[in-house]
């Protein structure tokens, strides 16, 4: 896998948007970077995946840099329920039988 | 649709006392992963299966520690002569493994605390 870096904390208010950053410099052309939160007491969430396109979905967004070695994790609007730790994950081929590793990730504290 | 289960939900043992703690992943995932999380720490690997087989071990912090997968379905990781330090949350995920949009999109299970007294 490759290895993904991120920032340990980070706040951000009520209402506005959320960017968390990670670095992957040494993600190969086919690999995709998943983002997964984890709320307190609970398992790891999904929050969307991508491979070198932009990508939107009901959660977040996520923008990827042109050489790919860093993306950027967006909440639109944060909510205090967006308090979590949120993880980068780079988990080798897609489709490809790879295990995910967790890092520490950022733990995002949204305050009202 | 049902999601990946795990027992017990909390489990609490004696020092040098075995346990068991079972995974029963979403039907049709191939892939099956154990993790585990100590108190205010990020997620640990553990192993991880495709079908039946375990490729990937490395993450198995002692011989005391095994799993099995049987029926390419049900996974048991076993912890033999626990110890305190192994009092952690084990949660188990599993994924589609191949195929579809998001093949490696893990599903994680609720978890099994287990308290080493």
């Known amino acids: 896998d490759a290895k993904t870096t991120q920032p340990p904390s980070m706040d951000c208010a009520e209402g506005r948007a959320a960017n968390l950053p990670c670095n992957h410099s040494t993600i190969s052309g086919n690999e995709y970077v998943y983002w997964y939160r984890q709320i307190h007491s609970q398992g790891p969430q999904y929050i969307i995946h991508g491979l070198k396109n932009n990508e939107t979905n009901e959660m977040a967004s996520l923008i990827i840099t042109e050489d790919r070695k860093s993306s950027t994790l967006i909440l639109p609007h944060a909510t205090l329920r967006d308090t979590a730790v949120y993880y980068c994950i780079v988990p080798g081929k897609a489709g490809g039988y790879q295990k995910v590793t967790f890092g520490t990730g950022t733990k995002l504290q949204v305050i009202p | 649709g049902a999601g990946v289960s795990q027992s017990p939900s909390n489990k609490v043992t004696e020092k040098g006392k075995d346990v068991e703690l079972r995974c029963d992943p979403i039907?049709?995932?191939?892939?099956l992963y154990w993790y585990r999380q100590s108190l205010g720490q990020g997620l640990e690997f553990l192993i991880y299966?495709?079908?039946?087989?375990?490729?990937?071990k490395s993450g198995l912090p002692s011989d005391r520690f095994s799993a099995e997968r049987t029926g390419g379905s049900v996974s048991t990781l076993t912890i033999q002569r626990t110890q305190q330090e192994d009092s952690a949350v084990y949660l188990c995920?599993?994924?589609?493994?191949?195929?579809?949009?998001?093949?490696?999109?893990?599903?994680f299970g609720p978890g099994t605390r287990l308290t080493v007294l």
């Open positions: 299966f495709q079908g039946n087989s375990a490729p990937d």
């Open positions: 039907s049709g995932h191939t892939a």
């Open positions: 995920a599993s994924s589609l493994g191949a195929g579809g949009p998001k093949p490696n999109e893990q599903f």
